[in-house]
């Protein structure tokens, strides 16, 4: 099953930081390249698991990570712990226990997470992957989701905003319910998380300014990926920053916003060879 459950050899640990722990996928020798994985919103380092054996394979030591609040990794019941600013300190800090530059690859959410701690540490890493990410705050349907759910989430909770996020999945044309026990994973991982997060992580993405710019001026490579059908931040978006950032840029096929789940074998292709471009 090539999905969020499969997460082939690699092994679940918990790394330690002052005030925080975060639950995290490993997979590959120790004395490789790193390679560090941040999900989005709502996501988890489950998100990543179709990737991690192939790139480890490739040669890279590869580590995916959940968010703080997110499934595994306690988090705070403060809000403004939730910034891409604040939640970037956290990527910093989990870079900072590699001898060597990372690899840091964000996706959704966590791409302007990612960037954040790309713009505050640029020496910490040898490159940033931007995986169906966007310049600014996210906008369109995905936007005015987040709005419709939040009175929910007040008045229902978690499980209030499941329930409601399934209804409307389900009213979807061409809806197909997940396995069983992929279901059944993805309702006890929502659940699992804080509702704090959930809150103040959907405000930060309708409020990220464009910082575009900031990355630009920290002379790390970029690459800016995403699934030819994406429906988060347009690909037209994408590639318009793509083209600001002077990055490079692929498009993965067979896949919308989460290629790692959608098309696999795509997303490591269009990884390896970007990493293995910069030697």
Not at 50 to 74: K, M, R, T, W
């Amino acid at each position: 099953m090539i999905d969020q459950l499969a997460a082939g050899s690699a092994r679940r640990i918990v790394v330690d930081l002052p005030q925080q722990r975060i639950a995290a996928l490993q997979a590959g020798a120790p004395d490789a390249p790193v390679a560090l994985l941040v999900p989005g919103y709502t996501g988890s380092k489950e998100d990543f698991a179709p990737l991690l054996d192939p790139l480890a394979g490739s040669g890279l030591h590869v580590v995916a990570i959940d968010l703080p609040g997110q499934f595994e990794s306690p988090g705070p019941d403060d809000p403004a712990a939730y910034t891409p600013d604040r939640l970037g300190e956290v990527v910093r800090a989990l870079a900072a226990r590699f001898p060597a530059p990372v690899h840091l690859l964000g996706h959704s959410f966590g791409g302007l997470v990612s960037r954040a701690a790309v713009i505050a540490e640029p020496a910490r890493f040898a490159s940033l992957v931007l995986l169906s990410s966007g310049p600014a705050a996210l906008g369109g349907t995905r936007r005015a989701s987040i709005e419709q759910l939040q009175p929910v989430l007040a008045g229902a909770g978690l499980p209030g905003v499941y329930a409601a996020m399934l209804a409307a999945a389900e009213s979807e044309p061409g809806f197909a319910a997940p396995h069983p026990d992929l279901a059944e994973f993805l309702e006890r991982r929502f659940l699992g998380g804080s509702p704090t997060m959930l809150q103040a992580m959907g405000d930060a993405l309708r409020h990220e300014p464009d910082r575009v710019a900031d990355l630009a001026a920290t002379g790390v490579p970029v690459l800016v990926t995403h699934g030819v059908d994406d429906d988060a931040w347009s690909p037209s978006t994408q590639h318009d920053m793509a083209t600001r950032l002077g990055a490079r840029y692929a498009v993965i096929p067979g896949s919308a916003h989460s290629p790692a789940v959608e098309n696999s074998t795509g997303t490591v292709a269009v990884l390896v060879d970007f990493w293995r471009s910069l030697g």
